[in-house]
């Protein structure tokens, strides 16, 4: 059986209790940190940028999963290494400088992840076969948190799968044990959680919940 990992995401969490909240997190078996990084330009929601990420970085040892959801990301991948940024991953409907911006990340030591929106097919990756170590595919339009499940996410996951082999496919939005299992059974191996984890009493139990949804 194929390892699952599962990144909660921290945009709906309390920010004045961030330290916390992501130490919570990392007690209740997280195995990455999901950063949810928004510009108001490339989606219309604002959230945060590199000194909320070395915060983070102080309080906890999980890996730091940071998702660019901005314009130009090229401009500030050095500035997320420098935070402390473990996989960086960034949108191809955001630059013309895809290649580029990977081999920025990948130069660095760290995991270049690219993302799709709903609307982009993932064979759009083909090009740039062997220059990433994840994908990302939304299942909701980004900008958001708690937003409801696209179904046809699920053979997008299963073309990537099929697609790419050799990469880790993550899946972001909508995600509760429900879809969990669906996703995971088209070939997932990330699963990012926000309100299901942040929103459960039991955060542990959520996260495990998730984890196993797929057998
Ligand atoms: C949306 C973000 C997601 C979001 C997931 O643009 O990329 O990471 O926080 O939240 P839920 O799981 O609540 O849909
Ligand atoms: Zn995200």
Redesign the pocket.
């Known amino acids: 059986m194929r390892k699952i990992f599962i990144s909660p995401?921290i945009?709906?969490a309390d920010f004045a209790r961030l330290e916390q909240e992501c130490k919570l997190l990392e007690k209740s078996g997280a195995d990455w940190i999901?950063c949810?990084v928004?510009d108001g330009n490339f989606?219309p929601?604002l959230t945060f940028g590199m000194p909320v990420v070395k915060s983070i970085r102080k309080c906890v040892v999980l890996p730091l999963d940071v998702?660019l959801?901005i314009d130009r990301p090229e401009r500030y991948v050095t500035q997320f290494v420098s935070a402390g940024a473990d996989i960086i991953t960034f949108h191809v409907e955001a630059t013309d400088k895809v290649a580029e911006t990977c081999k920025l990340i990948r130069d660095c030591g760290k995991k270049a992840g690219l993302s799709v929106k709903p609307s982009t097919p993932v064979e759009i990756l083909e090009q740039y076969r062997g220059l990433f170590d994840m994908i990302l595919i939304?299942s909701?339009?980004?900008?958001?948190?708690?937003?409801k499940?696209i179904e046809s996410s699920v053979e997008k996951i299963k073309t990537a799968r099929r697609l790419f082999n050799d990469a880790l496919i993550e899946v972001?939005?909508?995600?509760n044990s429900e879809t969990a299992r669906k996703v995971i059974q088209a070939g997932a191996d990330v699963i990012?959680?926000?309100?299901?984890?942040?929103?459960a009493k039991d955060r542990r139990a959520a996260i495990e919940n998730i984890r196993n949804a797929g057998q």
């Open positions: 995401s945009l709906t999901h949810d928004m989606v929601n998702h959801m939304m909701v339009e980004p900008g958001f948190g708690g937003q499940f972001d939005g909508g995600i990012v959680a926000g309100n299901a984890v942040i929103g």
